[in-house]
Each structure stands twice: as structure tokens, then as C-alpha cells.
């Protein structure tokens, strides 16, 4: 199967249960939302799927291949956002996304075009000669996907992308990140906003290392609204997952906006 599937993955931290059978698809040309609360296990999770830490139980499958049994064709065919920022500060905006093209050995007329190409999908041409140190923290996350697209991935991983940005930052990515799956990508969104996730989007609801359900936002919410079921599932305080609003959808359709 192509796109990416977990399939029982388990991980420990000695006595610590981390992750518990963990299982879900995420599919090429769908935004497939990873949520729960903080704690929940969902930067382990990525960790394992971007083979920072190894998992000693389940299969992990990217684009057809077995994570563990041919990691570099699996990773390169995975782009990766992570939640805690990772850029250089002092180079421009080109220049870092040459550097990280040169890694996944692009130089060169290649690497110009992939750079251009990822930048215009991010609205971000016009800034490609600033330093980093000059963009705001929505241009700044723009950058890191943009990074991300540089060697065409099947599947983006983005882990919290949206922690520490304003209303119309958020907005603007997530409408974006939207459009890169309708795109034919396969996405995996991590989160614990639900104003982030659309109607249709499917869901993994995670919490205590556990899946709880698998569904499409709206079959989760059922008559109500998706915070509310996902309170009920997890047992969490309302508003732990409110973000800006209660309900599902702010992704779709939203413009790139101003940030």
C-alpha cells in the first residue's frame, strides 16, 4: 500500500508504556489527523516514524517500503516537520533549503528548480534572499514545509506545526497543508486542535499511548461537535482541545491569509 501504514507499533521508555498497538493509515491525498492531548504519544510516535528512535515491535510501511528492513528507501520518501524549530537563522531562505537539497543529493538546475518550485507552493519566492532571522514565525513554518518538499516526498509528517503561531498563521498552514493532500499527498497532521482538522479529514483519536478510534471528523462528532467527543473519548477538561474554536474545519477552504 502506498502512503504510510502503522501497523502495532509499541514503544517503552523502560517500565513506561509510551505506545500500545498502535495502529492507523494514512493515505496518499488525504489529511489524516494524529489527535490527542499533550502526552498522548504522538511525538514518540513520529519519532519512531523517522527512525530517531527504532520501534522493537509492529511494522512501520512507507510508500511500500518496510521501514525497518529498508529504512533509507522509507525515509526518503518521507518529509518531516517537526515541532520544535530546526532552522539556521543566519542564512537566507535559499541557502538553507540548497543546503538541505544538496543532503538529498539535489545541486545544481535541480536543485534550483525543486527550491523554486517549493517555495512558490509557499507563497515564499518573494522572500528567498532575506535572512531567516528576518521572517516572522508563520514565514518561518512556511519555510520548514517548504524544506520538506524540496525531494518530492510521498508522505509529510508534521508534528505540532502550528505551536507558538498566531490565529492567522495557523489558518494559513493548515489551509495550505489541506491543499498539499488534496494534491495527492499522503499528510499526517499531528495535533491536539481540533479547529485545525476539517470535516472530512480521517482521524486517529490518540490518548495514553492508545488508539481510541479511527474515523472521519465528522463521524466522530456525530450530532455534536468534534471537541466535544473528542473531551468525552479522552476525558479531558474542556477546552484542552478547543484551539481557537470547538468545532471541525477551520482547514478547509481557508485562504493562505496574512501572517
Given at each position: 500500500?502506498?502512503?504510510?501504514?502503522?501497523?502495532?507499533?509499541?514503544?517503552?521508555?523502560?517500565?513506561?508504556?509510551?505506545?500500545?498497538?498502535?495502529?492507523?493509515?494514512?493515505?496518499?491525498?488525504?489529511?489524516?489527523?494524529?489527535?490527542?492531548?499533550?502526552?498522548?504519544?504522538?511525538?514518540?510516535?513520529?519519532?519512531?516514524?523517522?527512525?530517531?528512535?527504532?520501534?522493537?515491535?509492529?511494522?512501520?510501511?512507507?510508500?511500500?517500503?518496510?521501514?525497518?528492513?529498508?529504512?533509507?528507501?522509507?525515509?526518503?520518501?518521507?518529509?518531516?516537520?517537526?515541532?520544535?524549530?530546526?532552522?539556521?537563522?543566519?542564512?537566507?531562505?535559499?541557502?538553507?533549503?540548497?543546503?538541505?537539497?544538496?543532503?538529498?543529493?539535489?545541486?545544481?538546475?535541480?536543485?534550483?528548480s525543486a527550491i523554486d518550485a517549493a517555495l512558490?507552493?509557499?507563497?515564499?519566492?518573494?522572500?528567498?534572499?532575506?535572512?531567516?532571522?528576518?521572517?516572522?514565525?508563520?514565514?518561518?513554518?512556511?519555510?520548514?514545509?517548504?524544506?520538506?518538499?524540496?525531494?518530492?516526498?510521498?508522505?509529510?509528517?508534521?508534528?505540532?506545526?502550528?505551536?507558538?503561531?498566531?490565529?492567522?498563521?495557523?489558518?494559513?498552514?493548515?489551509?495550505?497543508?489541506?491543499?498539499?493532500?488534496?494534491?495527492?499527498?499522503?499528510?499526517?497532521?499531528?495535533?491536539?486542535?481540533?479547529?485545525?482538522?476539517?470535516?472530512?479529514?480521517?482521524?486517529?483519536?490518540?490518548?495514553?499511548?492508545?488508539?481510541?478510534?479511527?474515523?472521519?471528523?465528522?463521524?466522530?462528532?456525530?450530532?455534536?461537535?468534534?471537541?466535544?467527543?473528542?473531551?468525552?473519548?479522552?476525558?479531558?477538561?474542556?477546552?484542552?482541545?478547543?484551539?481557537?474554536?470547538?468545532?471541525?474545519?477551520?482547514?478547509?477552504?481557508?485562504?493562505?491569509?496574512?501572517?
Open positions: 500500500m502506498t502512503g504510510l501504514t502503522v501497523e502495532a507499533v509499541g514503544y517503552s521508555y523502560g517500565a513506561k508504556c509510551a505506545l500500545d498497538g498502535v495502529s492507523f493509515v494514512a493515505e496518499p491525498g488525504r489529511f489524516t489527523a494524529l489527535l490527542g492531548p499533550n502526552g498522548a504519544g504522538k511525538t514518540t510516535l513520529f519519532a519512531l516514524l523517522t527512525r530517531l528512535l527504532v520501534a522493537p515491535s509492529g511494522r512501520i510501511t512507507v510508500a511500500g517500503h518496510d521501514l525497518a528492513r529498508a529504512p533509507r528507501a522509507a525515509l526518503a520518501r518521507i518529509g518531516v516537520v517537526f515541532q520544535q524549530p530546526t532552522l539556521d537563522l543566519d542564512l537566507t531562505v535559499r541557502r538553507s533549503l540548497r543546503y538541505f537539497a544538496g543532503l538529498h543529493g539535489l545541486a545544481g538546475r535541480r536543485a534550483d512558490e507552493r509557499l507563497a515564499m519566492r518573494e522572500r528567498a534572499q532575506e535572512p531567516v532571522r528576518a521572517l516572522n514565525g508563520g514565514h518561518r513554518r512556511r519555510m520548514e514545509i517548504a524544506r520538506a518538499l524540496i525531494h518530492a516526498p510521498e508522505v509529510l509528517l508534521l508534528d505540532e506545526p502550528t505551536v507558538g503561531l498566531d490565529a492567522a498563521s495557523r489558518q494559513a498552514i493548515t489551509a495550505h497543508v489541506h491543499d498539499l493532500a488534496a494534491g495527492g499527498m499522503a499528510v499526517l497532521w499531528a495535533t491536539h486542535l481540533v479547529d485545525e482538522i476539517a470535516s472530512a479529514d480521517p482521524v486517529v483519536v490518540l490518548h495514553r499511548g492508545r488508539v481510541l478510534c479511527r474515523a472521519t471528523a465528522s463521524e466522530i462528532a456525530g450530532g455534536g461537535t468534534l471537541n466535544a467527543a473528542f473531551l468525552a473519548l479522552t476525558g479531558e477538561t474542556a477546552g484542552a482541545g478547543a484551539g481557537a474554536g470547538a468545532g471541525a474545519g477551520m482547514g478547509a477552504g481557508a485562504g493562505m491569509g496574512a501572517t
